[in-house]
């Protein structure tokens, strides 16, 4: 049962262009959620969160989205740069203070220069 | 400042065995959680430890196993390998007793091959 889903596996943008990355749930009761990007060989980085009381939170380049009624949220990265080439997870949890977070299975983004 | 590391970055094991991971948590963390990365997929929650017990517990069988040390630093165990337990498994750390809504730091894995 997958409860948090990345539906696109992989995105190829142009540098400068907007990326959006977004990701589907299907739990409820999913309070907080976060977007991780990973590098090889490297573990998950902390991006950006957003809690279930606001539908927009932005962090310079950074931006996510959340749409309750749609259990539906993006990250928009603007402009987009060669060093933001990797996998990003979206993440949930049920609460701001959880420690357990439902991971969705990544997108792959590149930035084409 | 130390973040959070991991050992061993890479381990091949057969089948039936049983493996040890170990994990150091960032400096001023008083909580580590372990998660399976199987390839292609997104990280999965096994198990999370504070004051030295299991606090939570994904849905893995009894086979995965934990431990944490009066200096916070944790151990996985896993018993009977299967191949499908081949995965990178990651730890994280967090502190608890913060503001509660703390950020999890994640090592960068070990690389578990059960051949």
């Known amino acids: 049962d997958q409860q948090v889903k990345q539906n696109s596996p992989s995105l190829s943008v142009q540098e400068g262009r907007i990326s959006i990355l977004n990701c589907d749930y299907t739990?409820?009761?999913?309070?907080?959620f976060l977007w991780y990007k990973k590098y090889p060989a490297e573990g998950p980085t902390f991006l950006i969160s957003?809690?279930?009381?606001?539908d927009k939170n932005e962090d310079g380049r950074f931006t996510v989205f959340l749409n309750k009624s749609a259990k539906h949220l993006s990250l928009h990265i603007v402009p987009s740069q060669p060093g933001d080439s990797a996998v990003y997870f979206c993440a949930a949890k049920e609460w701001a203070g959880a420690q357990k977070l439902v991971f969705g299975q990544g997108t792959r983004l590149t930035i084409n220069p | 400042d130390a973040g959070v590391t991991q050992s061993p970055t890479h381990l091949i094991k057969t089948r039936g065995q049983q493996v040890t991971l170990r994990c150091s948590p960032k400096?001023?963390?008083?909580?580590v959680s372990w998660y399976q990365q199987a390839l292609g997929q997104g990280p999965q929650f096994i198990f999370q430890?504070?004051?030295?017990?299991?606090?939570q517990r994904g849905n893995f069988p009894d086979r995965f196993s934990g431990h944490q040390f009066p200096n916070y630093s944790s151990e996985l165990n896993v018993n009977a390998l299967l191949l499908g337990d081949s995965a990178l498994y990651l730890c994280?750390?967090?502190?608890?007793?913060?503001?509660?809504?703390?950020?999890?730091?994640f090592g960068s894995g070990t690389q578990l091959s059960v051949l």
């Open positions: 957003i809690s279930s009381i606001k």
């Open positions: 400096s001023g963390h008083d909580t």
């Open positions: 739990n409820s009761m999913f309070d907080y």
């Open positions: 430890y504070y004051e030295e017990e299991e606090r």
């Open positions: 994280a750390s967090s502190n608890v007793g913060g503001s509660g809504n703390e950020k999890l730091f």
